[in-house]
């Protein structure tokens, strides 16, 4: 019997309030919507590490971001190279081995830089992007149209197989939008299955980079900002932003409503596994940050979202789902076996209902990134992976230990009651002392993690 197909959709930057059944953000997005009503969602989906290429590396390899390697995004001006190891398994290498048709469109950034080895790559690569060529780096994918990093929306480039750039001339997300629906045409009658991964950048930014057909529905939104934005922060150009915000996720629900009509139309929706989710969110103010790589619910909860008719139950699965659990969890659904480098859950019983032991809580990290902060450690003789911030998520908690991004600074622990305190503005500042149960459980797991990925992050009383 023919395996179900897999369909993984996943937005760059898109935070779990900007869905419109949730009620949160201004959005206007009744294709998700209606998918959500559709589909098992998952409203405890969690990235790891908040940014970009960690989130990605865990999604591919079911393996925490440091245990690959990927401490920071694929970036330049780094001594050390950082990319997705080709000696990693990883999903689509064993999905392709178990007789998947594999394909891969829009952002990959998982492979290093192409500046770091050549200052005038043929590609015409720039800044973080690379091109991928055919072979291991692709991690399985045989079918192939991406690029490394960039961020010109309204004006993207892709790579097949060869360095010679493809410049479609319009916005990102609509021309994969086109080009995964030629994918499936091309295989769904085919006696292999397939399993296509179709990465949008938007809403990430640049905000401004978005289709004015978007953007005019949302040109004269009277701003409804959370209670954690802070006064100085509503200014007109964040509200300007929020409404660019809101516009490019709309541009993407019009886009995935588009995939979902064709596979409605072909008669595909029983025979496709559909997962839509995120890398991680984006702040807009909240805290009075921007963009993500901290551990507030804007930035770490994301969308997750899986249908497949006739199969899975619509409703509602609340188990604490982890960047790790992505793989493991979709070879389980394929039925495929899991292998056993995957570190993360797989939760195919506990969402059939068949299986009590789901994980309670889930690690949280970010760790110093950016080369000055890098070099100012490695002058002082310091670890700079041992810092950063470090944490535990729950049903009812978040608790991070924090030592900061730069040395010499305070540690500082802190304790989120989201439960009643769904905005986080009241943590608990945790003194270093302490004998309290709840603090000290929260240390013990922490130590854990640390020990299961080998994290060297300094803990409080070392």
């Known amino acids: 019997m023919k395996k179900p197909n897999l369909l993984y959709i996943f937005a760059d930057q898109w935070r779990y309030e900007a869905m419109g059944y949730v009620k949160e953000d201004q959005v206007i997005t009744p294709n998700i919507d209606r998918f959500a009503g559709e589909s098992l969602c998952f409203s405890n989906a969690y990235s790891t590490f908040p940014l970009c290429s960690p989130h990605r590396a865990s999604l591919m390899t079911g393996k925490y971001p440091f245990s690959v390697g990927m401490w920071t995004n694929c970036k330049i001006g780094l001594e050390e190279k950082i990319m997705l190891k080709p000696q990693e398994t990883c999903i689509g290498n064993v999905l392709g081995d178990h007789g998947y048709q594999t394909g891969y469109i829009g952002k990959w950034h998982l492979d290093a830089s192409e ?25 399985g994918f045989d079918y192939w149209l991406s690029y490394g990093a960039d961020d010109e929306h309204l004006d993207p480039h892709y790579w097949a197989d060869s360095p010679k750039q493809i410049r479609p001339g319009k916005w990102s997300a609509e021309f994969e939008t086109d080009q995964a629906i030629s994918y499936i045409e091309e295989r769904k009658d085919g006696e292999e299955p397939f399993a296509l991964f179709v990465s949008y950048n938007p809403p990430h930014l640049p905000y401004e980079l978005v289709p004015e057909q978007y953007y005019e529905k949302f ?16 200014t007109e150009k964040l509200e300007t932003i929020t409404r660019q915000y809101f516009a490019a996720v709309h541009g993407i629900d019009m886009q995935f409503g588009r995939i979902m009509e064709y596979l409605r139309e072909q008669g595909l929706e029983e025979d496709t596994l559909v997962v839509l989710s995120a890398d991680h ?30 199969r899975i139950a619509p409703g509602t699965y609340d188990g604490i789902f982890a ?37 309670q809580d889930m690690f949280l990290c970010s760790y110093p990134g950016g080369a000055e902060m890098v070099a100012e450690f490695e002058k002082r003789g310091l670890a700079h992976k041992a810092y950063g911030w470090r944490g535990i998520k729950t049903h009812r ?16 622990e802190y304790l989120y009651d989201d439960l009643n305190d769904r905005y986080q503005l009241s943590p608990r500042m945790i003194e270093k002392e302490t004998d309290e ?8 797991r922490l130590e854990e993690y640390l020990e299961l990925t080998q994290d060297p992050f300094l803990m409080i009383g070392r």
Not at 338 to 352: D, L
């Open 115 to 139: 500046l770091n080895f050549n200052p005038h790559p043929e590609s015409g690569a720039k800044n973080w992007d690379a091109y991928t060529p055919p072979g291991e780096r692709r991690q």
């Open 219 to 234: 040109r004269d939104l009277p701003v409804r900002w959370r209670d954690n934005v802070p006064e100085e922060m509503r």
């Open 281 to 310: 969110g984006e702040m807009l103010g909240s805290h009075g940050l921007m963009s993500k790589n901290v551990w507030y619910e804007e930035s770490v909860h994301i969308p997750l979202m899986m249908r497949q008719k006739g």
């Open 323 to 359: 960047s790790p659990d992505h793989m493991p969890t979709l070879l389980e659904m394929l039925d495929v076996p899991v292998p056993e480098t995957c570190q993360g859950f797989g939760h195919k019983k506990a969402v059939f209902g068949m299986d009590e032991n789901v994980p």
């Open 397 to 412: 908690y978040t608790y991070v230990v924090s030592r900061g991004y730069a040395p010499g600074e305070e540690v500082k």
């Open 437 to 444: 149960e709840l603090v000290l459980g929260f240390r013990r």
